[in-house]
């Protein structure tokens, strides 16, 4: 059963969604992990991708993540989301000190096709998912290995950002289209960006129906006010 599943070649709108949402899950456990915003003994060993990813035990933060997860993926099948960033907030200074940025992309002529036919606002899942499908016959396997480069990148990323020297904080940042539906519960929010930052490039990954560019930005150490 596991290797029909890995060599899948036909991804529809509803999987994609899945394997972005799972990822930006996975990412920001990893993020939130690796730069200590949360303590270690609250995470768990879980095996994803053909790696070992830490996972949140943390009730509150789960019901967070998965909130905000659930819209993302409703976003995701209207075609609304531009991208999500996690900030990392001092605690002390209040100062930005790291933006970790994910950049989605419709990346199939299917999806624009259908789209065409439709009405703002009208791309469902059952109108789109049913004709996108992935042209270039990559396999789950393929979309893994690569997703797989990205989350080793984030663990090693201790290895050239600055040492937060102060307890820290997160908040997530949703780029949607101006005309998606948004929670009244959700608030506008200025971007957090980083004067005279460092910015790191990462891997990026496609399903080929969504394409995810990722990046960090972070604040020097030595324009730090120590």
């Known amino acids: 059963m596991s290797s029909a599943v890995e060599n899948q ?23 939130l992990y690796q730069r200590g915003i949360y303590q270690p003994e609250t995470f768990k060993r879980e095996s994803k991708y053909g790696l070992t990813v830490l996972t949140s035990t943390d009730e509150g933060l789960n019901s967070y993540l998965n909130q905000v997860m659930s ?11 531009q991208r999500l960033v996690v900030v990392v907030t001092g605690l002390d200074s209040g100062e930005t000190l790291e933006r970790w940025q994910f ?4 990346d199939g002529d299917e999806t624009k096709g259908a789209s065409d036919n439709s009405q703002p606002g009208d ?24 997703i797989q480069a990205i989350i080793r990148q984030i663990t090693a990323s201790v290895t050239f950002l600055p040492l937060l020297n102060e307890p820290c904080s997160f908040d997530l940042l949703v780029y949607a289209d101006m005309d998606a539906v948004v ?26 129906v969504h394409k995810v560019e990722s990046m960090v930005t ?8 120590l």
């Open 9 to 31: 070649t036909v991804i529809t709108l509803k999987g994609s969604v899945a394997i972005v949402s799972e990822f930006f899950n996975t990412a920001i456990n990893s993020i």
């Open 71 to 81: 819209q993302m993926e409703t976003w995701l099948i209207d075609g609304n989301v």
């Open 103 to 106: 950049n989605v992309s419709v």
């Open 123 to 146: 791309e469902n899942s059952s109108g789109v998912s049913n004709v996108t499908t992935n042209k270039s016959g990559k396999s789950i396997k393929q979309i893994h290995n690569e």
């Open 183 to 208: 929670p009244k519960k959700w608030q506008d929010s200025d971007p957090q960006y980083i004067m005279n930052s460092q910015e790191v490039k990462l891997r990026s990954f496609t399903t080929s």
């Open 218 to 225: 972070y604040k020097e150490a030595d324009e730090w006010e």
